[in-house]
């Protein structure tokens, strides 16, 4: 109920962290008179769409009108900006998982964080923002607003993981099926399917990787007390599936390589036959137009054996023909 009620507002979820793992649900009305602990922060996921999000990021949110500008921006590619007062803005990509959407189509994150809050916006339904909250009812989830972020990419990647893998997949049958004996064309529309997806994600895991890499140095005070290791394992992994995204557009190529000189190879062979048969076939051609010449002097013309000999004299040609084709190893 609480979630419906925020969901009004363009509230999606409002959690208090309690420092220990878990977590309270806030409502809208309950945000606007909030003190928080010592030890707790808050997070607000909210719709970017929503026309009431924008109006609280303006208006009661404390942000300056550079940084409600950026998190409502239309179109942005991962980036790490930091803040005065130990503020920082983060952006980040993360698989789309939604029905009927193409999972390279990523959908954007857009964190602000101090000490003490972390505020997250979206516009389309991102899954790892789901298992997140699971694990703060657990009362296993993040204790502070950096461990929240940190969670929250870690989540995400997890989602490329499994996209990676999958197209490392498709990569493999399509290989098994050219090895085959019966040797079958390969799915075209799979191959560039895998390669579009590829370059997809290439597009935004590059720069993501690289604000993982800033992050292991980012020099805030509340965000120190994250691990760097873990920002830089992230980094790792980012750099691992980038690695394997390339490699799988190579093997596509390499697939789609093999088909056409498979196929020209076909073309060619198909091409010399024809062109063998029709050297078989021109000099016979010639004698049987220099024969119908309708004029007088042919020879056997008054012949009854005449078109006998003429056959006999073109089987001899083709003969001749062929022997010498094969002792040339044409044929």
């Known amino acids: 109920m609480l979630e419906d009620d925020n969901a009004q507002w363009g509230l999606l979820h409002a959690f208090v962290l309690n420092g220990k793992g878990g977590a309270r649900s806030i409502t809208r009305q309950e945000l606007q008179d909030l003190q928080l602990e010592a030890h707790e922060s808050l997070w607000l996921h909210w719709d970017r769409g ?19 500008d950026l998190l409502l921006e239309e179109n942005t590619r991962p ?11 983060l952006f980040l990509r993360g698989v789309n998982l939604n029905p009927g959407a193409e999972p390279e189509d990523m959908v954007s994150a857009r964190i602000f ?16 923002t789901e298992e997140l909250i699971e694990d703060l009812l657990d009362g296993h989830g993040p204790k502070t607003a950096a461990e929240l972020i940190l969670n929250l990419a870690h989540y995400m990647t997890d989602k490329i993981d499994q996209l990676v893998s999958e197209l490392s997949e498709q990569v493999d049958a399509e290989e098994e099926r050219a090895d085959a004996l019966d040797n079958p064309a390969p799915d075209h529309a799979m191959l560039m399917q895998i390669r579009r997806r590829a370059a997809g994600l290439r597009r935004f895991l590059a720069p993501q990787r690289d604000i993982f890499a800033q992050l292991t140095g980012v020099a805030l005070a509340w965000f120190s007390d994250c691990n760097s290791g873990y920002w830089n394992e992230l980094n790792n992994r980012l750099t691992r599936y980038l690695e394997e995204l390339e490699l799988n557009r190579e093997r596509v190529n390499l697939l789609m390589e093999a088909e056409n000189r498979r196929m020209n190879e076909r073309m060619n062979r198909t091409m010399y036959r024809f062109a063998v048969i029709t050297s078989i076939f021109l000099p016979m051609s010639f004698l049987t137009g220099l024969l119908g010449i309708n004029v007088g002097g042919i020879p056997g013309s008054d012949s009854p054996f005449g078109f006998l000999v003429a056959c006999i004299l073109i089987g001899l040609v083709a003969v001749g023909q062929w022997l010498l084709f094969r002792r040339l190893r044409w044929v």
């Open 50 to 68: 929503h026309p009431q999000t924008q109006s609280w990021l303006r208006l009661e949110s404390g942000l300056n009108e550079f940084v409600c």
């Open 113 to 128: 964080a101090d000490s003490q809050r972390a505020i997250s916006l979206r516009l389309r339904p991102l899954h790892a």
């Open 79 to 89: 980036r790490l900006l930091s803040l005065p007062e130990n503020q920082l803005l």
